[in-house]
């Protein structure tokens, strides 16, 4: 095999169709378009989900529910594996270390899930009533960022 000998599949490779080139093409004149309408003229582009003038489905559907902008989301960590880090006092830090959240900037909420047997301060910006009963029962606290 050489370079020179190198040649796509056949039927891979088409010519594209150069519309618009006078009467022998068999494309000639309107290029394929029809004679009138919408769609014959220059420039022409429909919008995503247009049905020709029939209601779009996105606006037959109905919508539901609400949604709040000012929702604050958390990333929740049970008890059961904060007992598996290592440590007396507990961070934000200490906890992207341990690969339970990806950023230093998340929220975090503590919940009560599992138990915890060693005295442990630990820093959260929420923790569940449950949670934080668990942590000041084996002697530890519960502190919360931000407040």
């Known amino acids: ?44 582009s ?10 779009p489905l996105h606006r037959r559907v ?11 989301e958390y ?3 049970n008890l059961d594996r904060l007992e598996k880090v290592n440590k007396n006092k507990i961070m934000v830090k200490d906890l992207k270390e341990a690969g339970f959240i990806k950023k230093e900037s998340e929220s975090i909420k503590i919940l009560g899930r599992g138990e915890i047997s060693s005295a442990k301060t630990i820093h959260a910006h929420k ?3 449950s ?7 084996a002697g530890g606290k519960a ?4 407040s």
């Open 1 to 44: 095999m050489k370079l020179s000998n190198l040649h796509p599949a056949k039927g891979s490779r088409k010519n594209r169709r150069r519309v618009g080139r006078g009467p022998g093409s068999g494309m000639g004149k309107t290029a394929g378009r029809g004679t009138k309408g919408q769609k014959s003229i220059s420039g022409y």
């Open 131 to 137: 949670a934080k009963k668990k942590i000041e029962k």
């Open 75 to 77: 990333t929740v960590i």
């Open 62 to 72: 109905p919508k539901r529910g609400f949604t709040n902008i000012f929702r604050k």
């Open 143 to 146: 502190v919360l960022i931000g």
């Open 46 to 55: 429909r919008k995503i989900g247009f049905e020709g003038g029939q209601m």
């Open 127 to 129: 923790f569940s009533e």
